[in-house]
């Protein structure tokens, strides 16, 4: 097993909510409660969860674009969690981020290549030609044309764009891409185009990807251990085949009963949850999901479940998956 | 497009004549401001050597009509309208354009830094509104009244509180800029926060500001006309559009031109930058058009 190269443990992240005339801080939305995930080298973990639930918030906590409030983050076994700007700077090579929207993520001034080679500058890894040619062999890396270089981002379409930001995230040789629901602005063809380049990449470079999305046919495809978020926790983490053949949260039952299967004959138990997700401003007490829940009982609303080892490398954050006379027996 | 253009037969590149009168059909109101601003600017600069000088007193020839030897006809001292109109243009381009320019560049470092640092905003944009609430006149009559009276301190009672409203305006494109992703994007490529100002965020806020500058034109050039109507802008003995007038007021009814002509230059004048600006703001940002 090689070596994480990030580790996050019990990040939280809390927006203040200020109101009033003296702008007091009247409490806080707590986008991201308490997370603990580690990816390893070579490795895709997939962060999963409905809009909201704090996932993009983990992605851009990871690489300090935005500040944790709590918790450790390392970076190839390095603590960057108090880092001020220009430590993080000599860090942030490591670590990329590809943006979800193709279109805002691209300065409208700056050339293709401009874009590209910006991290190289900014680094000293290459400036004149030598950085010309380093641009030129990112594009064909991510499969555009060396000479789309002089165009501007309007002239490429979605997913050649989103090739653009793979390349630039690439430039400065990270250990680390931050996916940040890379492909859910485009076209179902495209998708996959995009996806098989981040595979490929992953293969030949030994990158580690966090990639966040919604969707699961898309984590399916990519991911190899997936992690599912509800209201700022990880309930339930898991290898990609045991998270989809046998999900031991509630939850992720729900989150795999929703999604299309595309074969309309099949039946299939469905589970759906009644109510609307709580404001994270607000979390219920105990565990976050019990307001929902169908196998919820009255323990449920007071205690805390904990991220524990139900099976192994399977873990669950529920209160019924642990051993005692509460137990719901595991599915088959 | 009527037709599918095939990559074989492309159009001929048209002529520079031809896109001229594209570029006019399109945008009259760039053309139409540009060119009379082009024709004062002109004026302005021709002054000495198209006209006599201005401060020249002739009894003998006071309250002239304009015909051959006058065109513009003379004041209560004999001294030729046309020759002190020309001048005033001078005062007039000199203070709208250092106004625009010192107003922008200042807005524009003062609005940077608000809409990126959050400690510097609180503190500044409170500054910015305590400017605002000063009027303009009122503000330059007590610079004026401090100081030896001079076009330079014109300039500076007139920019000061232009720069709250430049400020204003950055800041709020910096704001929704910042939270572009492609900003964000240049943070975590490790663009430092100099460059990501001058790289980033400067060129997507010049297109509005060069919008608002026009406006900051306009109204330096109506404020100064004002002052020195009232007697506390420039000097006597710098011919401006303003005393112009203010000296022509009390003969009104023997020599309405020579408060009627100046006055007439200053509408022109005004129009054009604001014809230039409207035009400007249509060209650079179809989205600011139709939020105005």
């Excluded at chain 1, 190899?224 to 978020?229: D, G």
Aim: hydrophobic content about 45%; some cysteine.
């Amino acid at each position: 097993m090689t070596a994480p190269v990030l580790e996050v443990e019990n990040l939280q992240k809390h927006f203040p909510i200020h109101k009033g005339l003296l702008r007091r801080q009247a409490g806080s939305v707590r986008a991201v409660d308490g997370v603990s995930f580690a990816v390893r080298a070579g490795e895709t973990l997939g962060l999963v969860g409905e809009s909201g639930c704090g996932k993009s918030t983990v992605g851009r906590a990871v690489l300090k674009l935005i500040d944790p409030t709590g918790g450790r983050i390392l970076l190839d076994g390095e603590d960057v969690t108090e880092l001020n700007a220009a430590g993080m700077w000599a860090r942030r090579r490591r670590a990329q981020i590809v943006f979800q929207d193709p279109y805002s993520s691209l300065n409208p001034r700056l050339s293709a290549g401009a874009i590209v080679g910006e991290p190289l500058e900014n680094y000293g890894l290459a400036s004149g030609r030598e950085k010309t040619n380093r641009v030129a062999k990112l594009f064909e890396r991510v499969g555009l044309r060396a000479d789309f270089m002089r165009k501007f981002p309007h002239e490429f379409s979605g997913g050649q764009r989103q090739r653009l930001g793979i390349a630039r995230a690439l430039s400065v040789g990270p250990a680390l891409i931050v996916a940040d629901e890379p492909v859910s602005a485009l076209d179902v063809s495209v998708q996959a185009q995009v996806l098989n380049l981040l595979i490929d990449l992953q293969e030949e470079l030994g990158l580690g990807y966090l990639f966040i999305s919604h969707d699961l046919a898309v984590m399916r495809h990519i991911s190899h251990r997936i992690a599912v978020m509800y209201l700022g926790r990880i309930v339930e983490l898991a290898d990609k085949r045991a998270l989809f053949t046998r999900p031991l949260h509630p939850y992720t039952e729900a989150l795999l009963s929703a999604a299309p299967i595309p074969d309309p004959t099949r039946q299939r138990k469905k589970l759906v949850l009644q109510g609307d997700v709580p404001s994270p401003a607000n979390p219920p007490k105990g565990c976050h999901f019990h307001t929902r829940c169908p196998y919820a009982i009255a323990r449920c609303k007071v205690e805390d479940p904990v991220l524990r080892e139900a099976l192994p490398g399977h873990q669950v954050a529920c209160l019924r998956r642990e051993a005692g006379p509460d137990a719901l027996p595991l599915p088959a | 497009m009527a037709s599918i253009t095939l990559a074989g037969d492309a159009e001929p590149r048209p002529g520079a004549l031809a896109r001229l009168v594209t570029f006019t059909r399109r945008n009259p109101t760039i053309v139409i401001g540009g060119l009379l601003m082009l024709a004062l600017a002109g004026l302005a600069l021709a002054a000495p050597y198209i006209t006599s000088d201005p401060l020249k007193m002739n009894p003998r020839m006071r309250f002239r009509l304009p015909g051959e030897q006058f065109w513009f006809g003379t004041d209560q001292f004999g001294r030729d309208v046309y020759a002190r109109t020309i001048w005033g243009t001078r005062v007039s381009l000199v203070v709208g354009l250092s106004v625009a320019a010192l107003a922008s560049v200042l807005g524009l470092i003062v609005g940077l830094l608000c809409g990126f640092y959050k400690a510097v905003d609180g503190v500044v944009m409170r500054v910015m509104d305590g400017i605002m609430a000063i009027p303009s006149i009122l503000l330059a009559i007590a610079l004026i009244t401090l100081t030896r009276p001079g076009l330079p301190i014109v300039i500076v009672a007139i920019v000061i509180p232009e720069i709250p409203r430049v400020v204003r305006l950055v800041r709020s494109v910096v704001l929704s800029l910042r939270a572009q992703p492609y900003i964000e994007a240049a943070i975590a490529g490790g663009t430092k926060t100099p460059k990501l100002l001058l790289r980033h965020i400067v060129p997507n806020t010049l297109a509005p500001l060069i919008v608002q500058a026009t406006y900051v034109c306009a109204s330096a050039i109506l404020t100064e006309a004002g002052l020195s109507f009232l007697g506390v802008g420039v000097p006597p003995e710098i011919p401006s559009w303003g005393n112009i007038i203010a000296q022509g007021r009390s003969f009104f009814q023997i020599a309405p031109w020579s408060i009627l002509i100046p006055g007439i230059f200053l509408a022109i004048m005004v129009l054009a930058v604001n014809m230039l600006g409207d035009g400007l703001r249509d060209r650079l940002d179809p989205r600011l058009a139709r939020r105005m």
